[in-house]
């Protein structure tokens, strides 16, 4: 069974990372850090003994985000959405509702995702409204981020955007790689 949910894994990442990428926008990063996006990568959480992956599809808009956690055969297994007023997550046929994603996410996943900074440094750059100290590569890009208690180690890019990113924060460890881009989500 180990063999077979190893292949099945091995199988997923080596047919996603093919996707074709969209062009980035030609925009400054101030420009792109407003603008609305979706992604589709996968994710791997490690929290205390426990490991996790997905697929992963998000949609970032500028007054909302909805996160979809994807089995290797792309159906939907968990749904969080967060908007001004609330966040709801849908996870097994059950439907949870909270003020906050983060939250809602670690009493029902066990862990979160930081959705408040994750949308700047999915773009490679460190949220504006948090102090943070920043290490950069020799061709100018973030290499290393500390901010609002989270380690963001930016693994890779590809054309100026990360690729793959590694996020710590105490006991829980975030691998998120990023095969795709889409620059005028509906």
């Not at 990372?17 to 994710?43: D, K, T």
């Not at 208690?149 to 829980?172: C, I, K, M």
Request: with cysteine; aromatic share 6%; charged share 20%.
């Amino acid at each position: 069974m180990a063999r077979l949910l190893a292949f099945l894994w091995l199988s997923m990442l080596s047919g996603c990372a093919l996707l074709p990428s969209a062009p980035v926008p030609a925009a400054r990063p101030a420009q792109l850090e407003s603008a609305p996006f979706a992604l589709n990568g996968r994710i791997s959480v490690k929290h205390l003994e426990t490991h996790q992956s997905a697929g992963l599809h998000w949609t970032h808009q500028a007054r909302s985000d909805e996160v979809l956690l994807l089995t290797p055969l792309g159906q939907t297994a968990a749904r969080v959405y967060r908007d001004d007023n609330n966040a709801t997550l849908d996870n097994g046929g059950k439907h949870y509702q909270d003020v906050d994603a983060e939250s809602l996410m670690e009493q029902v996943l066990g862990w979160h995702l930081p959705l408040n900074g994750l949308h700047h440094w999915v773009l490679g750059m460190a949220d504006p409204e948090s102090p943070a100290q920043i290490e950069r590569a020799d061709n100018g890009q973030i290499s290393v981020l500390h901010q609002d208690g989270w380690e963001v180690s930016f693994l890779r890019y590809a054309d100026n955007l990360p690729t793959r990113l590694q996020l710590r924060h105490e006991d829980l460890q975030v691998q998120l790689l990023i095969d795709e881009w889409d620059w005028n989500p509906k």
